[in-house]
């Protein structure tokens, strides 16, 4: 009912920035059911762990430590889009990064993810 497409992701040098977006489309029932998006980073042999997440209802933010103070989430909810801010970004930074939405009803969906790398 609801497909994320993420983009913006690509190559930077190290303390440099990024702005990758997740635009979601199909059922506007179901759009406008999401409560939470979040952005989640899987690096090569390692497991995919929550970087940043919104609420749809009020716009509450949280992070992960390790991204906290470089990195901002956000939402432009005329566009049925989630952007994630990256700046100061480090090699340990690089990873696919995947957009994730939950719905009043539980149900969740998955972007494919957007390659993020950072180079020393």
């Known amino acids: 009912q609801v497909q994320l497409v993420e983009s913006g992701g690509g190559l930077v040098q190290a303390g440099g920035s990024l702005r990758p977006s997740c635009a979601a489309s199909?059922?506007?029932?179901?759009?406008?059911?999401?409560?939470?998006m979040d952005w989640y980073r899987q690096a090569p042999g390692k497991q995919r762990d929550l970087v940043a997440s919104?609420?749809?209802?009020?716009?509450?933010?949280s992070y992960a430590d390790s991204v906290k103070e470089r990195f901002t989430i956000s939402r432009d909810s005329a566009k049925n889009t989630v952007y994630l801010q990256m700046n100061s970004l480090k090699p340990e930074d690089t990873a696919v990064y995947f957009c994730?939405?939950?719905?009043?009803?539980?149900?969740?969906?998955w972007g494919q993810g957007t390659q993020v790398t950072v180079s020393s």
């Open positions: 994730f939405a939950r719905t009043y009803a539980t149900n969740t969906y």
């Open positions: 199909g059922s506007i029932f179901s759009i406008n059911r999401i409560n939470r």
């Open positions: 919104i609420t749809t209802s009020g716009g509450t933010t």
